[in-house]
């Protein structure tokens, strides 16, 4: 994750970002896009997507190769187009993992925001959250 974050601040980091060396490019002002509510969650999104896509990529692309070719075949025998295919074979048999990545992301999404050092309970981060505030306890 340490690795990540240095990534991301380099994209975002104010005036210096790529992101705003691009936008100057432009003729956009420099944004503090971790800074500003409008912003920050988008950005942390983002961050949050493209870290966990390799992962679930890898498994969809393991149960993909567990789904034998002879479907394919007996589907093109009986005249199936590749939508009806995909539609009536692939996704139906790619539903489990499907389920899976989603309990994933959504067990991860919250690790992103409610396991932040500044949010030890529940009650803490709701706290902190209406306070619009989120420092690190002493």
Avoid at 25 to 45: C, D, K, M, P, Q
Avoid at 50 to 64: C, D, N, P, R, S
Wanted: proline share 6%; with cysteine.
């Amino acid at each position: 994750m340490i690795a990540a974050a240095n990534i991301w601040l380099f994209f975002y980091t104010p005036g210096l970002g790529v992101l705003d060396q691009i936008g100057a490019l432009f003729g956009f002002a420099s944004v503090n896009w971790l800074g500003r509510l409008e912003t920050a969650l988008w950005a942390v999104i983002i961050v949050t997507i493209w870290k966990e896509a390799g992962f679930f990529m890898i498994i969809y692309l393991a149960a993909l190769q567990t789904i034998p070719p002879d479907l394919k075949e007996a589907a093109d025998i009986e005249g199936a187009s590749p939508w009806t295919y995909t539609r009536r074979i692939v996704l139906p048999l790619l539903m489990p993992t499907t389920i899976f990545v989603a309990v994933n992301a959504l067990i991860n999404s919250d690790h992103s925001i409610a396991g932040t050092p500044c949010c030890n309970t529940p009650l803490q981060y709701d706290r902190k959250l209406a306070a619009g505030i989120c420092r690190q306890s002493a």
